[in-house]
């Protein structure tokens, strides 16, 4: 828990996706997640995309 306090939302997010790519063993990640419940699950919040 202390490491993840200590990193950066770029570093928390690409640990998750390491994770999870080492758990599915697949060339392929699919994402069984919203992007709320991964911001939830890292400690994040969510920007609103840019409008264009």
Same mark, same amino acid.
Request: aromatic share 4%; with cysteine; hydrophobic share 50%.
């Given at each position: 828990?202390?490491?993840l ?6 570093e ?7 994770v999870?790519? %080492?758990?599915?063993?697949s060339?392929? @990640?699919c @994402?069984p997640?919203?992007? @709320?419940d991964?911001?939830?699950?890292l400690?994040?919040?969510? %920007? ?5």
């Amino acid at each position: 828990m202390l490491l993840l306090g200590c990193k950066t939302a770029i570093e928390k997010i690409a640990a998750f996706l390491l994770v999870l790519s %080492e758990r599915l063993r697949s060339d392929v @990640l699919c @994402l069984p997640m919203t992007r @709320l419940d991964i911001s939830d699950h890292l400690g994040l919040t969510i %920007e609103p995309f840019p409008a264009r």
